[in-house]
């Protein structure tokens, strides 16, 4: 039992340049969440998806595009990095309630230069 | 509006010495609670979580949390610190209904030898 797996654990891009970040979990779970992480500012979320098929913008969605594939799999997608998308990344997924605990992945360190 | 403030950025304690890491929450409803750990370089992991019942809640780790309705607040507490607690601390707020958490800025614990 893996629990939430993202890919890459690293990346440095060029301004303007695309890329996109794997995120995947085999709890069967219905909900996941993309975030990020800056010094300071605590998690905040760009996108989540309540179930399979649905996805909405979260708290800082501008910049990026997501996917949510089928139940296992949730992309994140940067379609021209900025250097202020600098940051760590974490994926997330939750069973269904809002009681229900966020089982978080590794995260992926992104440099844009 | 909403919000989760952690009043305290860092905090240095000697290992052994108890620990208290303030949580204050603005929230409508009643809240569901969380409180997460972050090691160097980690994901995130649940301690604990309150949504009914006793307000006393035990976690792992030997962790504890009492939330208190009339002060809206969540703090964590530990009776002796050991090195290995040295991480940062997440609390979290959630609501029934709503797939989105709202999450304090963190506070880095430091353990002194």
């Known amino acids: 039992n893996a629990g939430v797996t993202q890919t890459p654990k690293f990346q440095v891009l060029k301004t303007g340049q695309s890329m996109t970040l794997q995120c995947a979990q085999d709890?069967?779970?219905?909900?996941m969440y993309w975030y990020r992480q800056d010094p300071g500012m605590g998690l905040r979320l760009i996108y989540y998806s309540a179930s399979e098929g649905t996805t909405d913008k979260g708290e800082v969605p501008n910049g990026y595009n997501v996917s949510r594939l089928n139940k296992r799999e949730f992309s994140l997608r940067l379609e021209s990095a900025a250097p202020s998308q600098t940051s760590v990344y974490f994926c997330?997924?939750?069973?269904?309630?809002?009681?229900?605990?966020?089982?978080f992945g590794p995260g992926t360190r992104l440099t844009v230069l | 509006a909403q919000s989760v403030t952690q009043p305290d950025i860092h905090i240095t304690v000697s290992e052994g010495a108890s620990l208290e890491l303030r949580c204050n929450y603005s929230y409508g409803a009643t809240p569901y609670l969380f409180w997460y750990v972050q090691s160097p370089g980690q994901g995130l992991q649940l301690l604990l979580k309150?949504?009914?019942?006793d307000t006393l809640v035990q976690g792992i780790k030997g962790f504890e949390a009492e939330f208190k309705r009339s002060q809206s607040s969540f703090n964590l507490r530990k009776p002796s610190v050991h090195w290995s607690d040295a991480a940062e601390y997440f609390c979290?707020?959630?609501?029934?209904?709503?797939?989105?958490?709202?999450w304090g800025a963190g506070t880095k614990l430091i353990i002194k030898p």
């Open positions: 309150y949504f009914s019942g």
């Open positions: 979290a707020v959630g609501q029934e209904g709503n797939y989105q958490l709202i």
């Open positions: 709890m069967n779970h219905n909900s």
């Open positions: 997330a997924s939750r069973q269904q309630g809002a009681s229900d605990t966020q089982y």
